[in-house]
């Protein structure tokens, strides 16, 4: 069989058997959805990096709430309190690099939920030592698609 037939064949059984395409090195399929929601990700990543709160704010969805894990009330933050608190909590921080690595992520129509890795390192020069500090973990932020867009609603 010549290569270019060969070739049109194999594409049409692969489109005709559901083959679906996953994003290089992970097990999270490439599609219209996945795509944004990694763009999302990709913003708020440089944003943080950048210290830019605007973008941040802009990437969340007014319906923001998270309760950080814990039955404490005072660790809560929803869209406006987000608003309020990330420009003052960000002002401290020095020199920050964020590494994310997306593990999953899982669309249910018009929410979704991305499981990442991440390692942020920075300087908080209101530290009595003027070493690098570092935190990592395993996290899920959640989605709520808005029109055309998704929103991050919860895991900042």
């Known amino acids: ?4 037939l060969l070739l049109a064949s ?3 059984l692969g489109a005709a058997s559901g083959c679906v395409r996953y994003f290089p090195g992970t097990e999270i399929p ?13 913003k708020y990543r440089t944003a943080v990096e950048a210290k830019d709160v605007g973008t941040i704010v802009a990437l969340c969805s007014e319906r923001y709430r998270d309760d950080a894990g814990t039955i ?4 809560d933050l929803d869209y406006a309190t987000l608003r309020e608190l990330l ?31 991440y390692v942020w390192r920075y300087r908080l020069p209101s530290l009595t030592h003027n070493r690098p500090e570092s935190n990592s973990d395993i996290m899920q932020m959640t989605f709520k698609r808005i029109g055309k867009e998704w929103k991050i609603t919860r895991g900042l």
């Open 72 to 75: 404490q009330t005072e660790d």
């Open 10 to 12: 194999l594409c049409v």
């Open 30 to 42: 490439d599609n219209n959805d996945t795509r944004a929601i990694k763009d999302v990700m990709e």
């Open 87 to 117: 420009p003052k909590r960000l002002a401290k921080v020095q020199s920050s690099s964020l590494y994310m690595e997306l593990k999953r992520i899982d669309v249910q129509q018009d929410d979704a939920i991305a499981t990442y890795s």
């Open 1 to 4: 069989m010549k290569p270019l």
